[in-house]
T-cell receptor, first 114, second 111 residues
Framework: SQTIHQWPATLVQPVGSPLSLECTVEGTSNPNLYWYRQAAGRGLQLLFYSVGIGQISSEVPQNLSASRPQDRQFILSSKKLLLSDSGFYLC?????????????FGQGTRLTVV | RKEVEQDPGPFNVPEGATVAFNCTYSNSASQSFFWYRQDCRKEPKLLMSVYSSGNEDGRFTAQLNRASQYISLLIRDSKLSDSATYLCVVSFYNQGGKLIFGQGTELSVKP
């Protein structure tokens, strides 16, 4: 069966510090991978979307970046965090192609920038 | 205009009530539709897919109206455990099948 791992679960970082969140998927090949952010009391905002290694689509302008160094590994990074980067970060995967299948989420990382 | 829109609520209903949520989408090149459930401080989880002919899963019924570009979720005989945020999700052919979430509708079921 497929599983998705995301870590850490919680993170408190000072403004201006770097960020690296990692997500890995097991039990499937060539998944579509997503990074979403959810601000307190708000919906999910799609940040990055990847259909393959090295193929990253950025959805909103921001100081975050994403990389996919391996088929089932998706990394969210920042060189310098802002207070506005605080939120609940969720990694997700779906089956490959344009079939529009459902997404499965990791348990999320709750980031607080102080 | 947002690609996927929902009434944020909150919907406060008594146990046993029937409640309906609507969701509209702006891109006619829509492909697949889902309802997710998100409990407080947890990740979203798939509740049900939405099929063109409509579909039912126990107390939950989902409907799709492509002509009017909306989907709905009906919950019958509400339980306390149904309290959560319900997220409408749409994927679009012309956007590589990526999944776009609505902002969610909060449901609170009271005794």
């Amino acid at each position: 069966s497929q599983t998705i791992h995301q870590w850490p679960a919680t993170l408190v970082q000072p403004v201006g510090s770097p960020l690296s969140l990692e997500c890995t998927v097991e039990g499937t090949s060539n998944p579509n991978l997503y990074w979403y952010r959810q601000a307190a009391g708000r919906g999910l905002q799609l940040l990055f979307y990847s259909v393959g290694i090295g193929q990253i689509s950025s959805e909103v302008p921001q100081n975050l970046s994403a990389s996919r160094p391996q088929d089932r590994q998706f990394i969210l990074s920042s060189k310098k965090l802002l207070l506005s980067d605080s939120g609940f970060y969720l990694c997700a995967w779906s089956s490959t192609g344009t079939g529009g299948t459902e997404a499965f989420f990791g348990q999320g990382t709750r980031l607080t920038v102080v | 205009r947002k690609e996927v829109e929902q009434d944020p609520g909150p919907f406060n209903v008594p146990e046993g009530a029937t409640v309906a949520f609507n969701c509209t989408y702006s891109n006619s090149a829509s492909q697949s539709f889902f309802w997710y459930r998100q409990d407080c401080r947890k990740e979203p989880k798939l509740l049900m897919s939405v099929y063109s002919s409509g579909n039912e899963d126990g107390r939950f019924t989902a409907q799709l109206n492509r002509a009017s570009q909306y989907i709905s979720l009906l919950i019958r005989d509400s339980k306390l455990s149904d309290s959560a945020t319900y997220l409408c999700v749409v994927s679009f052919y012309n956007q590589g099948g990526k999944l776009i979430f609505g902002q969610g509708t909060e449901l609170s079921v009271k005794p």
